[in-house]
């Protein structure tokens, strides 16, 4: 499968700041998503990254505060805007799940805001 | 929209033993159950797969069976070893007419332990 590398892998940011995370994947893929997972919690879906044009965002999501861009087939970006401490969690993108591939995720960033 | 209940959220067993985890689903359109275990700060790696076309897969140590009518799945892990220590999340998504299996919704995780 192919090879997702997330940066920064975590950061200490202040609360009001905003953070942008980059995910770079090895080989072209048709579906990118990005995920939260709360502290020692599960992952839930934020948004699927849609080439060329605006994300689609799952209930409880919003572009204003997780703005996404997909300028290719190989990379998106997530912003955590204007910080709390409520956004402390792992953010992790994945790739592929096409009919015939899995979908595989990167290593995550690990945000703590204070 | 679907919802994914796993249990339990913790096992113990004793290196050699078997390790079964079970998961329920709400959505009867679901047809695509990956498991992933996530080791300490890593990302989730995908360790098997089954589709709504069977009813069990196994992958050496590892066996998945999926359930339709009941709407439940489990993963089956014998001859634990060490390592497999993780935590494991079931998932469950619907891919249809070319769209994604990538669009997953979570169990809650179990937190196995093997220990030597």
């Known amino acids: 499968s192919a090879v997702i590398s997330q940066k920064p892998s975590r950061d200490i940011c202040q609360r009001g700041t905003s953070l942008t995370i980059q995910c770079q994947v090895d080989?072209?893929?048709?579906?990118m998503f990005w995920y939260r997972q709360q502290p020692g919690q599960s992952l839930t879906l934020i948004a699927t990254a849609n080439q060329g044009s605006e994300a689609t965002y799952e209930s409880g999501f919003v572009i204003d505060k997780f703005p996404i861009s997909r300028p290719n087939l190989t990379f998106s970006t997530l912003t955590v805007s204007n910080m709390s401490p409520e956004d402390s969690s792992i953010y992790l993108c994945?790739?592929?799940?096409?009919?015939?591939?899995?979908?595989?995720f990167g290593q995550g960033t690990r945000l703590t805001v204070v | 929209g679907e919802n994914v209940e796993q249990h339990p959220s913790t096992l113990s067993v004793q290196e050699g033993d078997s390790a079964v985890i079970k998961c329920t689903y709400s959505?009867?359109?679901?047809?695509?159950f990956p498991w992933y275990k996530q080791e300490l700060g890593k990302g989730p790696q995908l360790i098997i797969d089954i589709r709504s076309n069977v009813g069990e897969k196994k992958d050496q140590r590892i066996a998945v069976t999926l359930n339709k009518t009941a709407k439940h799945f489990s993963l089956h892990i014998t001859e634990t070893q060490p390592e497999d220590s993780a935590v494991y999340f079931c998932?469950?998504?619907?891919?249809?007419?070319?769209?994604?299996?990538?669009?997953?919704?979570f169990g809650q995780g179990t937190i196995l332990t093997v220990h030597p």
């Open positions: 959505d009867s359109a679901s047809n695509y």
């Open positions: 998932a469950a998504s619907i891919g249809a007419g070319g769209t994604s299996y990538g669009k997953l919704t």
């Open positions: 994945s790739g592929g799940g096409s009919l015939n591939t899995e979908a595989f």
């Open positions: 080989s072209q893929v048709t579906m």
